[in-house]
């Protein structure tokens, strides 16, 4: 590869897999204390991404002052909406199937989209950014929304990594996933770090639609178009495992964005599949690349990368 194309195909990585990091460690979050996958879980990337328009386009900041205050309010809300969801319907379901709480899931997840879209509309949206000059490393371009979308992922992880390893509260979420019968047995009110998961979890899930925002337009159905990838992502990782999800990203990540790069022409006159000079994936297929190394990387880890034994 050039080194102008290896370099952009870094920085392009690095940005896709900034976003999908952020949303796939808030699913992986509620997977290892409540044991099931939400589908829900990405659209409170959506509801992020439109409140922080809202409140970056209706309140009177100053200049660069407006996204930053509409994301922590974004966060926050969602957040909220996070721990409302469980309390309104996953409690409820505490003791139900894995299966069942999946699909009541999924359900709630249709209705936030449809809710969003009754809000907002349907048509396209893009957060109010002064066009700016991209920096250029090593021949690759790396715009200001790309920086701060690699900046904010960078900076999230390391602060929850923090607090899973030097708080008080971390030990208790760690116990708490591990056994919750024997955390409760000593003392930790498990149903209070369930709440805090949810409240984390789809505000980190909120936090990544923002950036997911930054570098593309925001549309009501944007948590369904990236749920594919978020989801490959946090199984590639070991889901369950907050730190294999980071690594599922970036995997997931690169394998998009290398794949999409490489000329398969040769491979194909290898295969007698075809006999022209160019073959390229089309973006459209991106999706399928993910679930490509998902499948082959499941073949040889069932569980994942990073995935936990049975318990």
Known sequence: MRRTAVFQVI?????RASELALIA??????????????????QFGTIGAFIALMVSLNLPLPAGWAIPVGAVVACVVTGGLGVLSDRLIFAK?????????????????????????????????????PLARPWVIFDGRLSPAGAAVIAAAALSMLAFHLLLTRTKLGVAMRATADNQQLSEASGIFTERIIRIVWFIGAGLGALGGIMLGLV????????????LA????????GIGNIYGAVLGACIVAFAENVGLFINWAPLGHVLGL????????????????SFAILILILLVLPKGILGRRAR
Do not use: E
């Open 11 to 15: 920085i392009d990585s690095l940005t």
């Open 25 to 42: 460690v808030g699913l992986t979050m509620v997977y290892d204390i409540l044991r099931f996958a939400s589908f829900a879980h990405v």
């Open 93 to 129: 379901l505490r003791n139900s199937s894995p299966a069942i709480l999946m699909i009541a899931s999924f359900g709630l997840g249709i209705v936030m989209q449809y809710g969003v879209q009754a809000i907002w509309g349907a048509s396209a949206h893009s957060y109010p950014i």
């Open 216 to 227: 593309a337009q925001i549309q009501s159905d944007m948590g369904l178009q990236i749920m």
């Open 230 to 237: 978020v989801f490959a992502a946090a199984i590639v990782g």
């Open 274 to 289: 075809t006999s022209a000079s160019d073959l390229y994936i089309p973006v459209g297929y991106k999706t399928g690349i």
